[in-house]
């Protein structure tokens, strides 16, 4: 079966959201996921300004209740406070 980019958007999605937040231990929202999404939009278009491409770089996500920061990768490691 063909694995669409839309597939493997989802797909990143829901891990990212089976992720909890350290600085409040609670799970991330959509809210989070979506505010994820554009902070790597304006990454990779930043970085695309460059001249540079990025794969596998940092993930940044923003927690929905405690406001706090924290750095996943495409791998879906366990967030870092930022
Ligand atoms: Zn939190």
């Known amino acids: 079966m063909p694995v669409s980019a839309e597939d493997i958007r989802l797909a990143f999605r829901a891990g990212l959201k089976s992720l909890s937040c ?3 231990e609670i799970g991330y929202s959509d809210y989070a996921v979506d505010w994820s999404e554009a902070w790597l939009h304006g990454r ?14 940092p ?24």
């Open 44 to 57: 990779r278009d930043a970085m695309h300004d460059l001249g540079k491409e990025e794969r596998d770089g």
């Open 22 to 24: 350290p600085h409040c």
């Open 59 to 82: 993930v940044k996500l923003k927690c929905e209740l405690c406001d706090g920061f924290a750095f996943t990768d495409a791998f879906l490691s366990p967030p870092k406070k930022a």
